[in-house]
């Protein structure tokens, strides 16, 4: 009788000695924000619930309060003064949550299908929402009616907003790109530099231009200037093997709030800091056993949040509830992970 599959090691699940904030959601994870003015993390699941914990100092997590929607939850914001929560979903609406005073959620935005991606504009005191209604939508939430409609020639499948700049990619490789100071209009319509579909975007921290990361295991980085093209340049990452053959989809696209270096994080398990000026990596992680769908950094950049966790990307065969857990894990950033670097012989600054 061989007793090899009884010693078999466990994987791993925390291979970075990351802290784990719980209790955990019960189901997978499709989203994290981090409040712009305290350690308050809030995360979006498919067990229909939005949860928030005070990160304290030492790594250590304290659950503060959740609420509920009807269906799963796949997108979240904070308003920008840290009160309100904003988190949309497969219930077709948009709640706003007063987290802060302890207020009851109401609903602030609704579409015709599930909303996909969310954002709160404070130069403009709106909410914008994203659906696979194909529409965006943005909102005074004072208000029952959108402002305005806008129409996207697919369904959305992420957005970025860094005012005046935000970004819309949709279904069939479409970015859409809009000045905030003329939201009615296009500024321009981009064909994604990369050869499959959109999983997530993130706008420069100079608002020149826009980073895509695509299910095949590759990044754009975009500039929008005519005379900037030069500099655009895609990469492969989240891959596995000599020849790439086990590519991963990037789920997560996150900069820095302080260095303007940028992170990754992928199906493969693994999330990366990057520095786009030197094209380099300036930081792997080891390989968690689950995916990563989503991740953050805090406010200022010390703590960076990611979630491990099946993905749904193999279908409900290849989950075993028994063994599928959900975790949430903050990892306590060093500067030498992510402060850029020039390239070594380059004599760059």
Known sequence: MAFSSLTTAAPN?????SFEVT???SDSISSLSFSSKANHLVATSWDNQVRCWEILPGGSSQAKAAISHDQPVLCSTWKDDGTTVFSGGCDKQVKMWPLLSGGQPSTVAMHDAPVKDVAWISQMNLLV???WDKTLRYWDTRQAQ?????????RCYALTVNYPLMVVGTADRNLIVYNLQNPQTEFKRIQSPLKYQT???AAFPDQ???LVGSIEGRVGVHHLDDSQQNKNFTFKCHREGNTSTEIYSVNSLNFHPVHHTFATAGSDGAFNFWDKDSKQRLKAFSRCPSPIPCSTFNADGSIFAYAVCYDWSKGAENHNPATAKSYIYLHSTQESEV???PRVGTGRK
């Open 13 to 17: 699940v925390n291979p970075n000695k």
């Open 146 to 154: 959108p402002v305005h409609v806008q129409q996207l020639p697919e």
């Open 129 to 131: 929402s994203g659906s």
């Open 199 to 201: 999983r997530c975007l």
């Open 208 to 210: 020149q231009g826009f």
């Open 339 to 341: 402060k850029g670097k």
């Open 23 to 25: 209790p955990s959601p």
